[in-house]
């Protein structure tokens, strides 16, 4: 079956931009995750859905990043006024349970 | 302190050897540990999850955990050239909800 997609998959903004990276979660996985991977660095957590319940947001950096789920589906993560150290690769990944992620290839942000 | 402490690598290894990858972790409360592969380029995809102590073993995969030392590994038996990839180790935090991850080892299988 389909797997996680990420759209885009390559963005290149400019700095003090807003960017809007999306995520589609395999169907019927409850849980889904953003994680950002800079280069040569692990993964770092950055949001988690889980159903309906709230998020936990503990991971984001800063208030210029926000994540919104719709309908316990798709997911948007959201970067305003990016910054040049906000250059990396974005990762989501879709769980059936908290034990088992899958990921998608990712969007791979630049900023200029 | 990080979460979660790997030898960043690289290690290399001869084609039919053994690959040994070793994971710390400091949070005493997790539970749940994993193994990912990441080849270049690509995202992750998980080969091992861990939750006892001991041995796990799943074809010429074994992940060993020792909670009492902190410590996880991954032995990679008759090592190939397609193993050649970072691995990422990854623990769960004391909420459930967050997985730590390693900066990852970097493994090169030389045929």
């Known amino acids: 079956g389909a797997g996680v997609s990420q759209s885009p998959s390559n963005k290149v903004t400019e700095k003090g931009k807003d960017v809007e990276l999306r995520c589609d979660p395999i169907s019927g996985h409850t849980a889904l995750y953003w994680y950002r991977q800079s280069l040569g660095q692990g993964l770092e957590f950055l949001i988690y859905?889980?159903?309906?319940?709230?998020?936990?947001k503990s991971g984001l950096p800063s208030d210029r990043f926000s994540a919104e789920r719709t309908g316990g589906s798709v997911s948007t993560l959201t970067i305003q006024r990016t910054q040049q150290e906000d250059s990396a690769v974005y990762l989501c990944a879709s769980s059936p349970h908290p034990e088992t992620q899958y990921f998608g290839p990712g969007t791979r942000l630049l900023v200029l | 302190q990080k979460e979660v402490e790997q030898n960043s690598g690289p290690l290399s290894v001869p084609e039919g050897a053994i690959a040994s990858l070793n994971c710390t972790y400091s949070d005493r409360v997790s539970q749940s540990f994993f193994w990912y592969r990441q080849y270049s380029g690509k995202s992750p995809e998980l080969i091992m999850s861990i939750y006892s102590n001991g041995d796990k073993e799943d074809g010429r995969f074994t992940a060993q955990l020792n909670k009492a030392s902190q410590y996880v590994s991954l032995l990679i038996r008759d090592s190939q050239p397609s193993d050649s990839a970072t691995y990422l180790c990854?623990?769960?935090?004391?909420?459930?909800?967050?997985?730590?991850f390693g900066t990852g080892t970097s493994l090169t299988v030389i045929p």
């Open positions: 859905f889980q159903g309906n319940s709230a998020p936990d």
């Open positions: 990854a623990v769960n935090g004391n909420t459930g909800n967050q997985f730590y």
